[in-house]
C-alpha cells in the first residue's frame, strides 16, 4: 500500500517548504497558461489589452460635456417638420422639400431623396457638407439620386449662412464665418469663444436634426441611418457622430485626421472648428476620445486622397491614422468598430463618399435594397469635370481642379443635373415671407444676446 502512494505522488515534495515552493511554481506555471489563453482569446476577437478601459458612465460623462459645451440643448429643439412640395428628379427617384426646425425656432430647408419604388424599411443617409456646401452643391444633389437609386433615403440641407439660409439666398458665401479668416490675420481677435461653441452646436445640431426626422420617417429604418460628411463636414460630423448614438455608419471625406494641440484643426477656420475644437481639450486626448465615443456608437470610415493639402493629408499620411488607431484602441480596449481608412493616390479635396470603394464599405454597414457588392464592382464611374460641363452644372471654382472635386470619380452614370430653381424649398415670395426664420443673421442676434444675457441655453 505504501508503495502504490508512492507511486501516486511521484516526486511530490514532502517538506513544508518544498511543498510551498511547489505550490508557487504551480501558481506561476498556471498564470502563464492563463495569460496565453487570453492572448489567444484577444486574438480571435480582434482585440488587444485595455490600458484604460472607456466605462458607459464615462462615455455618458464626456458626452454631456460636449453637448455643454457646444450648446447642445436635451432635449434637441422642436422638430416640426413640414413637407412644402414634391418633385421627380429622376424617372427613379422622387424628393421633397422640406424644413425642420433648429435652434432659437429657426428652420432648415431641406431635400429628402427617396428611391421612387421601395418596399419594407429602407436605411438612410445624412449629407453634411464642406464649407460653403448646401443642398444645391453638386454632391449633394448627386448623392441624393444615386443613394436613393440603391434604396436609401436621403436627406441634404442648407447649413447655416447658405442656401435659403443665406441673407441673399445666394450659395458659396462662406457667411457663418466671413468675420474672421481660415487663418486670423496679424493682430486680429479671435472671436468670442462662447460664440464660436454656439455655432459649432448649431451645424451639429442640425446634422442631429436630421437624424431625428429619418427616424420619424415610416419608410426608415432608424436602425440603419448613416451620414456623409465632406471637408468641415467630416469634423463637424465627427463631433456629431461622438455624442448621438443613432447615428450607425459614419463617412468622413476630406478630413477625418484629428490631430493635437496648435496643429491645423486647431489653427483651421476660427469660428466653426478652431476654437470649438479648442475648446474640447478638456478630453486630454481630443482625437482619441472622440473616435472611441464615436467606436461605442457605431463604424466609420475615413477616406481621404493622400494629395489633400487642403487638411494636410499629405503631412500625416498613413503612419497618422495608425497611431490614432493605436490610441483609440488603448482607450476604448478593444478594436470593434474603430475607424477604417481609406487613401487614394493621386486624389486631393474630393467629397469621396461618391466613389466605389465608400459605396461598397456603406453597402456592408447599411445592406442597400437595390444593391450588392456585385453590382457596385460592376457599376461605371462618371468624372464630375465632363459631367458638369455636359449638364450645366456649377462647380465650386475653387475646388473645379482636376486634383479637386473636378477629377472625382463618382459611382454612377446618366445622374441628373438638377436646376437650382428646383431645389428651392420656397417660392420668392413664400422665402422673403418666411426670412426672420431661416437666415443666418437673425441666429447670430439671437446667440449673441444670449451670450450677453449670460443664458446658458
Not at 450659395?171 to 479671435?190: C, I, K, M, N, Y
Amino acid at each position: 500500500m505504501r508503495r502504490k502512494e508512492e507511486e501516486v505522488v511521484g516526486n511530490n515534495p514532502t517538506s513544508p517548504e518544498e511543498q510551498v515552493k511547489h505550490i508557487g511554481s504551480e501558481c506561476m506555471r498556471l498564470a502563464g497558461f492563463l495569460f496565453v489563453i487570453l492572448l489567444s482569446l484577444q486574438a480571435v476577437a480582434g482585440t488587444h489589452p485595455a490600458e484604460s478601459p472607456l466605462t458607459l458612465r464615462q462615455q455618458q460623462q464626456w458626452r454631456s460635456q460636449i453637448k455643454s459645451t457646444l450648446y447642445i440643448t436635451d432635449p434637441l429643439p422642436p422638430l416640426d417638420p413640414q413637407v412644402h412640395s414634391r418633385f421627380e428628379p429622376t424617372p427613379e427617384v422622387v424628393a421633397e422639400r422640406l424644413t425642420l426646425g433648429s435652434q432659437f425656432g429657426m428652420k432648415i430647408p431641406a431635400i429628402l431623396y427617396l428611391p421612387k419604388s421601395r418596399s419594407g424599411k429602407l436605411p438612410a443617409l445624412v449629407v453634411v457638407n464642406g464649407h460653403g456646401g448646401d443642398k444645391y452643391s453638386w454632391y449633394a444633389f448627386y448623392s441624393g439620386m444615386l443613394y436613393a437609386r440603391a434604396g436609401a433615403v436621403v436627406l441634404t440641407f442648407d447649413p447655416a449662412g447658405e442656401g435659403e439660409r443665406n441673407i441673399d439666398r445666394k450659395s458659396g458665401t462662406r457667411a457663418h464665418d466671413v468675420e474672421w479668416t481660415s487663418s486670423l490675420r496679424p493682430g486680429q481677435a479671435p472671436p468670442p469663444k462662447a460664440l464660436a461653441c454656439r455655432l459649432a452646436g448649431l451645424l451639429m445640431t442640425d446634422v442631429m436634426q436630421a437624424v431625428s426626422y429619418l427616424c420619424q420617417r415610416p419608410e426608415v429604418d432608424a436602425e440603419r441611418i448613416g451620414a456623409m460628411g465632406y471637408s468641415v463636414g467630416s469634423f463637424i460630423l465627427n463631433l456629431a457622430g461622438a455624442v448621438d448614438c443613432r447615428l450607425h455608419a459614419c463617412v468622413l471625406a476630406g478630413g477625418g485626421n484629428l490631430d493635437g494641440p496648435g496643429e491645423i484643426w486647431d489653427n483651421s477656420k476660427p469660428l466653426c472648428t478652431g476654437v470649438p475644437y479648442q475648446s474640447l481639450s478638456f478630453l486630454g486626448d481630443r482625437p482619441a476620445v472622440l473616435y472611441a465615443l464615436r467606436a461605442s456608437c457605431g463604424p466609420t470610415l475615413v477616406i481621404n486622397g493622400l494629395a489633400d493639402d487642403v487638411v494636410n493629408i499629405p503631412r500625416h499620411g498613413a503612419s497618422f491614422f495608425e497611431d490614432l488607431q493605436a490610441r483609440v484602441i488603448r482607450l476604448k480596449g478593444n478594436s470593434q468598430d474603430v475607424f477604417e481608412t481609406e487613401m487614394i493616390p493621386k486624389a486631393s479635396h474630393r467629397p469621396h463618399f461618391l466613389t466605389r470603394i465608400a459605396a461598397l464599405w456603406l453597402e456592408r454597414q447599411l445592406d442597400f435594397p437595390n444593391w450588392t457588392e456585385k453590382d457596385i464592382l460592376a457599376m461605371p464611374e462618371t468624372h464630375i469635370n465632363d459631367w458638369a460641363q455636359s449638364h450645366g452644372v456649377e462647380v465650386d471654382p475653387y475646388y473645379a481642379s482636376e486634383e479637386r472635386e473636378g477629377g472625382t470619380r463618382a459611382l454612377g452614370q446618366d445622374v441628373q443635373g438638377i436646376a437650382r430653381k428646383d431645389l428651392n424649398v420656397f417660392t420668392n415670395g413664400e422665402w422673403q415671407r418666411q426670412k426672420d426664420k431661416l437666415v443666418f443673421e437673425v441666429w447670430l442676434k439671437e446667440a449673441k444676446a444670449r451670450i450677453a444675457a449670460g443664458q446658458e441655453s
